[in-house]
């Protein structure tokens, strides 16, 4: 992998600008992250991921999306179909176990039918996140239930779903929100709980997951072992919880550097998160001021970061021979009768 900077950048509109593409050259991110106000048409999208990775010089740069289903899907009809929620998944579960985690897999395969062939080669789920009551609906729906043994299941599912399509998946948000009484994109939530309860309920579908290439870290401080950091800016959440506890040793990203829940300028927030032991800074809403700030400190991918970085890359498989209209068909029978 040519030597790319420990960062993934989203960007402004529908094609690139001369300036993003000088930009992009310059700061060379590792990868890309794309949202609504990128998306109008199938080749539209086609023609900026192809640009993406053009003004980085990598054919494989990783290109990612957030298409999880319910309220939370960036490629929307009638460009894809409107997709169920976790929690519709998990009520699939709950009656019947095979059929829940066969649903959530066609689910995901089916997201990498309609995204791979738009160069979009990462979709950042599952969502691992197990609510408890207080928590915040900014979760809700997109988890799979309140039992972390079936959200560890579905999330399994999803993502074999997701690789037998030749996507990775991205798991989130390490090492939990669930509890969190808080949208993190406005502000920081503290959840008081002890280690003990986070580690029996809240960690457990991350550790039962721990082997995923990806994961995305959350904006919320577990104020039972650091009261003063986010584990997004929290070296002893990410050394003793999330590598040491979790087991999870792949690329470790933050979520979003522009969410409100971080305190301090861009170059502080950037610079925070890097020095905490996350592998890579996520930057999401294309734009250039923020942006150039966030790169004035992000570093080189090196060590183990550069590591884990290049075992993503190995990770990528060819999709597998499933039929899209039969895949197709059987989703839509489950959900009829879900």
Not at 14 to 25: G, H, M, T, V
Not at 124 to 144: F, K, M, N, Q, T
Not at 186 to 215: C, I, N, W
Request: glycine share 10%; hydrophobic share 40%.
């Amino acid at each position: 992998m040519s030597e790319s900077n420990a960062v993934i950048f989203g960007c402004s509109g529908l094609s690139l600008s001369a300036d993003e593409k000088a930009f992009f050259r310059e700061t060379r991110p590792w990868g890309f992250i794309l949202f609504a106000r990128n998306i109008e048409s199938l080749a539209q999208v086609r023609n900026l991921t192809d640009s993406l990775r053009e003004s980085v010089g990598r054919p494989d740069a990783p290109v990612l999306i957030d298409q999880e289903g319910g309220r939370v899907q960036r490629l929307k009809p009638p460009l894809a179909p409107q997709y169920p929620s976790g929690a519709d998944l998990g009520a699939i579960y709950r009656s019947d176990r095979k059929a829940g985690l066969r649903a959530a897999w066609l689910l995901s395969r089916l997201h990498a039918f309609d995204l791979l062939p738009l160069g979009i080669t990462v979709n950042c789920l599952p969502v691992l996140d197990v609510p408890a009551p207080g928590g915040h609906e900014v979760i809700g729906s997109r988890a799979y239930g309140d039992d972390p043994a079936i959200v560890a299941d579905m999330g399994k599912a999803a993502c074999d779903g997701l690789k037998a399509g030749g996507m990775l998946p991205v798991v989130k948000h390490i090492p939990g929100h669930g509890r969190a009484g808080a949208d993190t994109h406005y502000e920081l939530p503290t959840v008081g709980t002890s280690r003990a309860d986070l580690s029996e309920r809240d960690f457990a579908p991350f550790k039962s997951l721990a082997g995923q290439a990806m994961a995305m870290s959350a904006h919320v401080v577990f104020s039972a072992i650091d009261p003063e950091n986010p584990a997004t800016t929290s070296r002893t959440v990410i050394d003793s919880v999330i590598r040491d506890e979790i087991g999870f040793d792949g690329l470790l990203m933050s979520d979003d550097v522009s969410m409100n829940a971080l305190s301090g300028d861009f170059v502080q927030r950037a610079g925070a998160i890097v020095g905490a032991g996350c592998d890579v800074v996520l930057h999401c809403n294309g734009n250039p001021d923020e942006m150039r700030r966030v790169a004035s400190v992000v570093p080189a991918l090196t060590g183990d970061s550069l590591r884990r970085a290049e075992a993503v890359m190995t990770a990528f498989g060819q999709p597998d021979e499933s039929d899209e209209a039969e895949l197709r068909k059987e989703f839509e029978g489950f959900m009829a009768l879900s």
